[in-house]
């Protein structure tokens, strides 16, 4: 068996390992795709301590496979299903989300139960489809966050897959007042083009001039104009939205969190406090997110997953990082873990 091993910053190899071997409460996947996410090229680039992938690890956590073997206690699961494992509860040590072991090709799913860390999956659904469940889901937690209503106005900050899975989430909930910021025209004509949403891109036009043309403003505190948007959901983690976002909100609006952003945000609380904002972390997703991304993806109208632009084997995971990080052109890369 092979494996993808994180070995430090620009260093990732392929590893033989034995078949893990399943108990009673386990189940094993013959993991069939898994994604590269921001966060994995956070650890390439950055290193990985302070978001949890460590040297040595087993990497991979957007993954989809055919349960190959079960224990014998585990229920509703059964040899030859196709499913979806939720990463951050695939292992029963705590804290490996991001080395769930979605880059090996055989991968132990500890203490499994069906819709909590084993989402059974149709089998017609392809895996090219299957494999974006995990961004999806992350980018419906987040909009899921701020109770969303179509009455009400939305601004995504950021065209990768999180934010386009959160903008995809509130069109497919009949929310139509969305718009999506970025600078890669690609994907922005992606948003426009697949998703149907509304887009920005700050570097051709003023803004929040634009903002305020699509949604008006509302008085804040002190009377001063505020952008009539009821949340911005941050998929990107630039410090400038954050603090746009405490100069410019209107009373009561939501700024949600759900990049990873490695640089510190510096505001005054006494704007934040006059207005009434709230800043809100996302953290992953629940259940709940996770059988609406499904929902969403088994709709074929639904064109989210059109988000896969590329394939490699799992032997040239290297080279995938690599076109991951630096092709801008592109949005999500998959590797074929075991290719069918």
């Known amino acids: 068996m092979k494996r993808a091993i994180y070995k430090g910053i620009k260093d990732i190899s392929i590893e033989n390992y034995n078949k893990p071997k399943v108990t009673e409460k386990d189940i094993l996947v013959k993991v069939m795709r898994n994604g590269i996410c921001g966060s994995d090229l956070h650890a390439y680039n950055l290193g990985g301590d302070e978001i949890g992938i460590y040297k040595g690890a087993a990497i991979g956590h957007e993954f989809v496979g055919e349960v190959a073997e079960i224990g014998n206690d585990v229920k509703g699961i059964h040899v030859g299903d196709h499913v979806f494992i939720n990463p951050s509860i695939a292992k029963a040590k705590p804290g490996m989300l991001a080395m769930a072991g979605g880059l090996s090709q055989y991968d132990l799913i500890q203490n499994a139960k069906l819709n909590w860390n084993v989402f059974e999956l149709d089998k017609s659904l392809s895996w090219d489809r299957a494999s974006v469940i995990e961004p999806y889901?992350?980018?419906?937690?987040?909009?899921?966050?701020?109770?969303?209503?179509?009455?009400?106005?939305?601004?995504?900050?950021?065209?990768?897959?999180?934010?386009?899975?959160?903008?995809?989430?509130?069109?497919?909930?009949?929310?139509r007042n969305v718009v999506i910021i970025d600078i890669a025209e690609d994907r922005l004509a992606f948003a426009q083009n697949k998703l149907h949403i509304d887009t920005l891109n700050p570097n051709q036009v003023d803004l929040y001039k634009k903002l305020e043309e699509r949604f008006g403003t509302t008085a804040g505190l002190l009377g001063d104009p505020r952008l009539n948007i009821d949340a911005f959901i941050d998929c990107v983690g630039l410090p400038q939205y954050m603090n746009d976002f405490i100069g410019k909100a209107k009373m009561d609006s939501i700024f949600v969190v759900v990049a990873l952003g490695s640089k510190e945000v510096s505001f005054k609380p006494q704007f934040l406090a006059m207005n009434e904002l709230s800043l809100v972390g996302s953290a992953i997703y629940n259940a709940d997110d996770i059988l609406e991304a499904i929902s969403n993806i088994e709709n074929s109208d639904n064109n989210f997953p059109d988000i896969v632009?590329?394939?490699?084997?799992?032997?040239?995971?290297?080279?995938?990082?690599?076109?991951?990080?630096?092709?801008?052109?592109?949005?999500?890369?998959?590797?074929?873990?075991?290719e069918q």
């Open 309 to 338: 632009s590329a394939h490699y084997p799992l032997e040239k995971v290297k080279d995938a990082f690599e076109r991951a990080n630096n092709d801008k052109n592109i949005i999500k890369v998959i590797i074929d873990v075991n």
């Open 137 to 175: 889901s992350v980018g419906i937690h987040g909009k899921n966050l701020v109770d969303p209503k179509p009455t009400k106005n939305y601004v995504i900050l950021g065209a990768g897959p999180v934010g386009l899975g959160a903008a995809s989430g509130l069109y497919e909930q009949g929310c």
